[in-house]
């Protein structure tokens, strides 16, 4: 749509409205460390995996042998995500004063892209992994039945040799959604470990020290699987996280050789855009980011597919 009179502005207020705004249910930038890059496109180095043990003796007066260290490139782009919302001067007129118009309608708009963002990143993670770095548990082996064959803490242990002999590092942090951490929390085998701790609850604290991982991160948000097509009276309401666990390493530093599973790429934050649009006699508020998630080491990262199977 066409700006009605050409009166472009980028509110420094509202934008700053968008960016402390947060979802208590999105977990997206918890599992992921955001890094500012410069360019919506570019290369980014990846140094060559080598633990090969080398020939280092050498004799009197020969010549050190010669090691070589190679790296390769990987691209990325970020895509704007970005919606809008029409305030017409009756909206104005007509709202009582408990209400802030435009705040509000800058943090419904950021609320759905929040969600875009969640979803956009549990679909990466529980699709992409390392050869050899997953396992689909069956109804015998699921976390959610309390028998022998139940072993998710022997699962995320294997699960963290995997990812330790594939690079090097342990995995740190666990993600999963609802329903996963309620199975976990149900599971016999789970709660005889903890069953003399204090109160004998277990915490997501807890369930972490447990795994000898730093983290645990239960995803909530929900969403509406609906088409936008679909009258708005159907809906479709399930779990953005679903029946999926994913284990991984994610580097508390962000340098330039620092070894992660992935990161959320940043050229630009929350920004809010408004243009005056006199065909419909009222302001036009706009919000939108430029990012990407992307897996820049799928070795350093572990699926586990319906652990919660029944």
């Not at 080598?50 to 090691?67: H, I, K």
């Not at 800058?106 to 990143?121: N, P, S």
């Not at 915490?203 to 929900?222: M, Q, S």
């Not at 999926?244 to 940043?266: C, D, F, M, Q, V």
Request: include cysteine.
């Amino acid at each position: 749509m066409p700006m009605g009179t050409g009166n472009f502005h980028i509110s420094k207020a509202l934008s700053n409205v968008a960016t402390k705004y947060v979802n208590s249910e999105m977990i997206a930038d918890k599992v992921f460390k955001t890094m500012k890059v410069k360019n919506e496109t570019d290369l980014y180095y990846i140094w060559k995996r080598d633990f090969r043990l080398p020939q280092s003796g050498r004799a009197n007066g020969a010549p050190a042998n010669q090691e070589n260290w190679g790296v390769t490139t990987s691209s990325y782009t970020c895509s704007e995500q970005a919606l809008a919302e029409t305030l017409t001067d009756r909206d104005m007129q007509n709202t009582d004063s408990g209400i802030q118009l435009q705040a509000d309608t800058v943090e419904f708009l950021t609320d759905k892209l929040l969600m875009t963002k969640e979803k956009m990143l549990a679909d990466l993670l529980f699709t992409t992994t390392a050869s050899g770095n997953n396992v689909t548990l069956t109804t015998a082996t699921s976390w959610a039945y309390n028998t022998t064959t139940s072993s998710p803490i022997q699962d995320i242990n294997s699960a963290t040799s995997v990812v330790r002999i594939a690079s090097g590092v342990e995995p740190n942090k666990l993600v999963m959604g609802d329903e996963v951490y309620i199975k976990l929390r149900n599971n016999q085998n789970v709660y005889e470990r903890i069953k003399y701790t204090e109160r004998a609850i277990l915490t997501k604290e807890l369930l972490a020290a447990l795994f000898d991982i730093d983290e645990v991160i239960v995803g909530k948000a929900i969403y509406d699987s609906a088409q936008e097509s679909i009258p708005t009276a159907i809906e479709s309401i399930t779990s953005m996280w679903g029946n999926a666990a994913w284990l991984g390493y994610i580097n508390p530093s962000s340098g330039r050789k620092a070894l992660t599973a992935g990161l959320t790429l940043e050229s630009r934050g929350f920004q809010v855009k408004s243009w005056r649009e006199e065909k419909l006699a009222g302001n036009v508020y706009e919000v939108g980011q430029i990012y990407t998630h992307k897996l820049v080491a799928t070795q350093t990262a572990f699926n586990f597919v319906t652990p919660a199977l029944v």
